[in-house]
T-cell receptor
Framework: GQNIDQPTEMTATEGAIVQINCTYQTSGFNGLFWYQQHAGEAPTFLSYNVLDGLEEKGRFSSFLSRSKGYSYLLLKELQMKDSASYLCAVRDSNYQLIWGAGTKLIIKP | IAGITQAPTSQILAAGRRMTLRCTQDMRHNAMYWYRQDLGLGLRLIHYSNTAGTTGKGEVPDGYSVSRANTDDFPLTLASAVPSQTSVYFC?????????????FGPGTRLLVL
């Protein structure tokens, strides 16, 4: 079966750095996405990785290792507005997105 | 530009009733999707459409039907609602169904089936 694993919840302090991990087992791999979802709102796109390595975009970076079936999202200089759920999704061999359950990130002052 | 709109925002529905959730996008995207989101589970694909006039089944299609008569609209119909269909429903679209295409989501419809 296909499986995406992420921690259910994480807590971090404002101004700090947090790393959210995602491991996956899917039938085929055609890219990995990270989305942000604030409570009661729609998911919004953060990043896309298809090759191994780090993609940096401002305070957010995403890393991929295809051989390990592993990705992480790194958030730097945390702000209160970063409190949200972070969703990892993998595009499989049928080009469908398989979604993790999401990691709820709580930022404390 | 509105992006993707969904209607209604929320609905309480009696079991056995028929219900259509509406989704409209103004980005001229070819591909559209319907997901449901339940607590503790990832988004699950119900149905999708790679282009107007075509549809396909996702991971959890039973009890749902869709149509794609034109590029902009992608309604989702529950023929006879059951309590297990209580969920938040998101419509999404992407420029094409390709590997690197980002999906853009509507605001969601919160459905409670009693």
């Amino acid at each position: 079966g296909q499986n995406i694993d992420q921690p259910t919840e994480m807590t971090a302090t404002e101004g700090a750095i947090v790393q959210i991990n995602c491991t996956y087992q899917t039938s085929g791999f055609n890219g990995l996405f990270w989305y942000q979802q604030h409570a009661g709102e729609a998911p919004t796109f953060l990043s896309y990785n298809v090759l191994d390595g780090l993609e940096e975009k401002g305070r957010f970076s995403s890393f991929l290792s295809r051989s390990k079936g592993y990705s992480y999202l790194l958030l730097k200089e945390l702000q209160m507005k970063d409190s949200a759920s972070y969703l990892c999704a993998v595009r499989d061999s049928n080009y469908q997105l398989i979604w993790g359950a999401g990691t709820k990130l709580i930022i404390k002052p | 530009i509105a992006g993707i709109t969904q209607a209604p925002t929320s609905q309480i529905l009696a079991a056995g009733r028929r219900m259509t959730l509406r989704c409209t996008q103004d980005m001229r995207h070819n591909a559209m999707y319907w997901y449901r989101q339940d607590l503790g589970l990832g988004l699950r694909l119900i149905h999708y459409s790679n282009t107007a006039g075509t549809t396909g089944k996702g991971e959890v299609p039973d009890g749902y039907s869709v149509s794609r008569a034109n590029t902009d609209d992608f309604p989702l119909t529950l023929a006879s609602a059951v309590p297990s269909q209580t969920s938040v429903y998101f419509c999404a679209s992407s420029e094409s169904p390709g590997a690197q295409e980002t999906q853009y989501f509507g605001p969601g419809t919160r459905l409670l089936v009693l």
